[in-house]
T-cell receptor
Framework: SQQGEEDPQALSIQEGENATMNCSYK?????LQWYRQNSGRGLVHLIL?????REKHSGRLRVTLDTSKKSSSLLITASRAADTASYFC????????????FGKGTKLTVNP | SAVISQKPSRDICQRGTSLTIQCQVD?????MFWYRQQPGQSLTLIAT?????????ESGFVIDKFPISRPNLTFSTLTVSNMSPEDSSIYLC???????????FGAGTRLSVL
């Protein structure tokens, strides 16, 4: 399986601090994505990074990808209470498959 | 992006009954998917809903238990059949436009089986 593994499983920080979540995967990928899920609701797409990219930014989000280590990190800067959610990485496979394989997720709590 | 309406948002069902979940998209999409998320777990793909043909099921999921329909490019249903407490999960539909890689999710259906 190429399921991603996030760590930590849970992270609790204070508002204003930065939050870093990591994801590892097992096989070659075309791209890696990060999604957010609020309290058992639907997932919201945050950012996609392709296998030939090393870093990508979107607002307070910064994603890195190291294909040699098969790992990615998601950094949320200046966190807010509204960032409290579960964060999942998802990978697709080479060969044109549209199927995504989701990691186990990191539950982030931002305390006001 | 895509706006997805998923119904019902939650239900409590008796063992042995079936529940049909609907997923409606605001525009035509190529790919539609159904996922299961067991309590405290990640998402597991159940199947890809194919328009006009049988769904493509992932290992561990069978059509008799999770029949799926997709009569057109904007609508799909997932039925959870002969339910048991182990089927208590959140069920999510998602869509993806051809070549875009990003999936958009419905709000999910929280199912509890007693």
């Amino acid at each position: 399986s190429q399921q991603g593994e996030e760590d930590p499983q849970a992270l609790s920080i204070q508002e204003g601090e930065n939050a870093t979540m990591n994801c590892s995967y097992k096989t070659s990928i075309n791209n890696l994505q990060w999604y957010r899920q609020n309290s058992g609701r639907g997932l919201v797409h945050l950012i996609l990074i392709r296998s030939n990219e090393r870093e990508k930014h979107s607002g307070r989000l910064r994603v890195t990808l190291d294909t040699s280590k098969k790992s990615s990190s998601l950094l949320i800067t200046a966190s807010r209470a509204a960032d409290t959610a579960s964060y999942f990485c998802a990978t697709d496979g080479q060969g044109g498959s549209e199927k995504l394989v989701f990691g186990k997720g990191t539950k982030l709590t931002v305390n006001p | 992006s895509a706006v997805i309406s998923q119904k019902p948002s939650r239900d409590i069902c008796q063992r042995g009954t079936s529940l049909t979940i609907q997923c409606q998209v605001d525009s035509q999409v190529t790919m539609m998917f159904w996922y299961r998320q067991q309590p405290g777990q990640s998402l597991t793909l159940i199947a890809t809903a194919n328009q006009g043909s049988e769904a493509t099921y992932e290992s561990g999921f069978v059509i008799d238990k999770f029949p799926i329909s997709r009569p057109n490019l904007t609508f799909s249903t997932l039925t959870v059949s002969n339910m048991s407490p182990e089927d208590s999960s959140i069920y999510l539909c998602s869509v993806e436009r051809a070549g875009r890689d990003i999936q958009y999710f419905g709000a999910g259906t929280r199912l509890s089986v007693l």
